[in-house]
């Protein structure tokens, strides 16, 4: 199966220096440096529960912007509640 945008996108998150590689037929058949990119949507839960995208009635997805690369640090877009390091990490969504 091949991985879609959002997974691809998880992987960044947690290992930006990583490498996907496609395989057919027990052969690699493209290799892919993934990107971190500019803003992230729908993946990561914001920890602040006062947030608009924690309330149960308002159906807005979660958007976090990347302020910073290394170490990676990520602001939400509504609340701008910065997360960084193992914070990342555990509002991974599933």
């Known amino acids: 199966r091949d991985i879609d945008s959002n997974e691809i996108n998880k992987i960044a998150i947690i290992a930006p220096n990583a490498t996907i590689n496609k395989i ?7 290799k892919k440096k993934v990107t971190l990119p500019r803003s992230i949507v729908g993946i990561l ?3 602040n529960p006062s947030c ?3 309330k149960e009635r308002e159906p807005v997805r979660s958007v976090f912007i990347v302020k910073q690369k290394d170490p990676l640090v990520l602001a939400c877009k509504y ?12 509002s991974i969504t599933t």
Not at 24 to 30: A, H, L, S, T
Request: charged letters at 35%; aromatic letters at 4%; a negative charge.
């Open 24 to 30: 057919r037929n027990y052969r690699v058949v493209e």
């Open 45 to 47: 839960r914001c920890p």
């Open 52 to 54: 608009i995208t924690n």
């Open 79 to 90: 609340c701008e509640r910065e997360i960084s390091g193992e914070d990342i990490t555990l």
